[in-house]
């Protein structure tokens, strides 16, 4: 089983700040996903990325397959981005498991 | 509909009781996934359907948690004969295909007292 690691658990920044977090895994995936978690529950897509770089207004996200490492950078932090931040990553090969989490990166990003 | 819903949101049930969590998928998805969130923790992996099929199970806690999508398109999670650990966020996802982008639900807060 992958084991996903992300880092830090909690983050505290202030509005305006570059906000890296940090995800690795220890088995070789088919595509790794950034997802961000509000209060309530609901989870939203971010990224999905089998290699190099990916950007999306403020967010840009990145893999190494080789160092089976992946960062998720917020550009010009606002309060409104925080959130807890997951990765999460999807089984090579032909096999149907679902994706396997990380625990979360819990940001607050304060004005 | 224009993404996946679950319902209910939230849910209060007495130990013993059993429950019925929905989840309708993007239409057109084929694979859904249903996921146990704990208090604190990232997800965890329940069962996964292509169409109608049931392709893995291996997540399922124990036999009280039956899943189905009879038709390939709705999907209900049943818990039967809740216990308190059984508390927790399910989450039910679809996307596509297998390994495409997946789009998640609101998730329902199930408190067993």
């Known amino acids: 089983k992958n084991e996903v690691e992300q880092s830090p658990q909690n983050l505290t920044a202030q509005e305006g700040e570059f906000i890296t977090i940090n995800c690795s895994y220890s088995?070789?995936?088919?595509?790794l996903h950034w997802l961000q978690q509000h209060p309530g529950g609901g989870i939203v897509s971010l990224f999905m990325l089998s290699s190099g770089k990916k950007k999306h207004g403020r967010l840009i996200a990145t893999i190494n397959i080789q160092e089976k490492h992946s960062s998720l950078h917020i550009t010009a932090s606002h309060p409104r981005d925080s959130a807890v931040y997951i990765c999460?990553?999807?089984?090579?090969?032909?096999?149907?498991?679902?994706?396997?989490f990380g625990k979360g990166t819990h940001l607050i990003i304060q004005p | 509909g224009a993404g996946v819903s679950q319902s209910p949101r939230y849910k209060v049930a007495k130990r013993g009781q059993d429950v019925a969590l929905r989840c309708d998928p993007i239409s057109g998805h084929v694979s859904l996934f249903w996921y146990q969130q704990a208090l604190g923790q990232g997800p965890e992996f329940l069962t996964y359907f292509q169409n109608e099929a049931q392709l893995d199970k291996s997540g399922l806690p124990s036999d009280r948690f039956f899943a189905e999508r009879p038709e390939g398109s709705v999907s209900t999670l049943k818990i039967q004969r809740t216990q308190q650990e059984d508390s927790a966020v399910y989450l039910c996802a679809s996307s596509l295909r297998w390994n495409t982008e997946a789009f998640f639900g609101q998730g329902t807060r199930l408190t067993v007292v």
């Open positions: 088995v070789g995936i088919s595509a």
């Open positions: 999460a990553v999807g089984p090579r090969g032909g096999g149907a498991d679902g994706l396997t």
